[in-house]
Antibody
Framework: EVQLVQSGGGLVQPGGSLRLSCAAS????????MSWVRQAPGKGLEWVSS????????YDADPVKGRFTISRDNSKNTVFLQMNSLRAEDTAVYYC???????????????WGQGTLVTVSS | EIVLTQSPGTLSLSPGERATLSCRAS???????VAWYQQKPGQAPRLVIF???FRATGISDRFSGSGSGTDFTLTITRLEPQDFAVYYC?????????FGLGTKLEIK
């Protein structure tokens, strides 16, 4: 059974930093690209970042470019999202998600973590 | 940047009825990279359709996807109580990944 278990998140002041983790099990983690998608309170889904299977390539949405860094540790089946210079508009539930296929980075997602709330407020 | 417009914003139907949800792209897109997700309150999204018309694992055959070019449709036949949720369309395959704003399917 595919499982993505998220940790991290919480309340942070504007300008602060936070690191999210997503531990995967039930599939060959190193064979799949991974992504982070967020959802502001009462709003829709917004793609944040993605990382290739090997971790050599990363992709970021413009609102987070230069502030957020996605990474992965294939030896620990875990993907991370390091969030720096946080702003109020980064307040959202953050989801990690597994890519659809092993053959390429499609940026489509067939399994999602449970989500973790990040609140940026003073 | 491509924009996905979903309509209607809210769809009120009764169990047993047929739901038709629309997703229109601002320019022609590759249908191989259109997906639909279902999200219930307090839950993570769940993949329903990928590649415009392929059902995800475990999804009922009451769900079907269609479309090409700029117009895509998610159809749910014989609505059941567990189908009522918010549905998002997504354009993937390259970045930025784009989501529509969603259609809320509510019980009438």
């Amino acid at each position: 059974e595919v499982q993505l278990v998220q940790s991290g998140g919480g309340l942070v002041q504007p300008g602060g930093s936070l690191r999210l983790s997503c531990a995967a099990s039930g599939f060959a983690f190193s064979n799949y690209a991974m992504s982070w998608v967020r959802q502001a309170p009462g709003k829709g889904l917004e793609w944040v970042s993605s990382i290739s299977r090997s971790g050599d390539s990363t992709y970021d949405a413009d609102p987070v470019k230069g502030r957020f860094t996605i990474s992965r540790d294939n030896s620990k089946n875990t993907v991370f999202l390091q969030m720096n210079s946080l702003r109020a508009e980064d307040t959202a539930v953050y989801y990690c998600a597994k890519d659809l296929t092993t053959t390429a980075t499609t940026f489509g997602n067939d399994f999602w973590g449970q989500g973790t709330l990040v609140t940026v407020s003073s | 940047e491509i924009v996905l417009t979903q309509s209607p914003g809210t769809l009120s139907l009764s169990p047993g009825e047929r739901a038709t949800l629309s997703c229109r792209a601002s320019q022609s897109v590759n249908s191989n990279y259109v997906a639909w997700y279902q999200q219930k309150p307090g839950q993570a999204p769940r993949l329903v359709i990928f590649g415009a018309s392929f059902r995800a694992t475990g999804i009922s055959d009451r769900f079907s996807g269609s479309g090409s070019g700029t117009d895509f449709t998610l159809t749910i036949t014989r609505l059941e109580p567990q189908d009522f949720a918010v549905y998002y369309c997504q354009l993937y395959g390259s970045t930025p990944v784009i989501f529509g704003l969603g259609t809320k399917l509510e019980i009438k």
